[in-house]
């Protein structure tokens, strides 16, 4: 019998408690040939996507979540999921094989739930950035980008808040893409003064990949400034920490 790429899996939605079905993909079809500067995978097969299949969307009451999601509700919490969501779902079902906007819209239900139920800022952060990476498959730079702008946001509640403790997320990882997705919507001062953070822990880190990656995006952020500007931007790499923490911010050179 022949294998193929998805399989389904039955799931039981965490307000409604009802089971309903989804499409996941086998780990076996799914090959990552690199990874963009903000984590995005690059799939061997352009043909399967397993990002499409991270949210749950429960097909009775429209609660939507991901394998992240707490199964702690709050008190009031239902009452309030099934006055916003529920009362208002539109039964329909995301369980079979999902298009790019299928995953984008699911994506989107996944956020509002999220926020709904209080998720944690680095799941949201996440699911934001997803959602990102398959406007960018679309080529929709604008919609890319305003959720470029919110997953920034959520990652910066994130590393305030310190939620990301305890996830998959490193401190690193969380100041790392704070300054990357600051860099990609333009807000280079967030930019620069993240990466930096990120430069700093190059002793303690444990992961070295990432602070060489923030230093190569500092090294291009500073190409791209003006030779007037490069004077007060240019640390050099064996400065260390003190070189880089006394940068003044590079538009006032430009007075
Ligand atoms: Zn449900």
Sequence with gaps: MEITPYYQKSIECLHCKKQFKTTKVRSKFVKVDSYTSDFQPIYQNKEINPLLYNIFVCNHCGFSF??????????GMNDEIQKKIANKWVPRSYGNER????GINTYKLGI???????????NIAGLALRTAWLYRLQQKHADERRFIGIARDRYADSYSSGDFSGTQMSETRVLY????LSRRIGDVEYAIRYFSKVIEKQSTSLEPKIVEMAKDRWQEIRDNKNKSASAYLCPDRQMGREGILSTPHPVATDA
């Design 66 to 75: 991901t394998e992240e999601f707490s199964k702690y509700f709050a008190p």
């Design 99 to 102: 298009s790019i906007d299928d």
């Design 177 to 180: 893409l704070i300054a990357e």
């Design 112 to 122: 509002f739930c999220g926020t709904i139920k209080k998720e944690k800022s680095i």
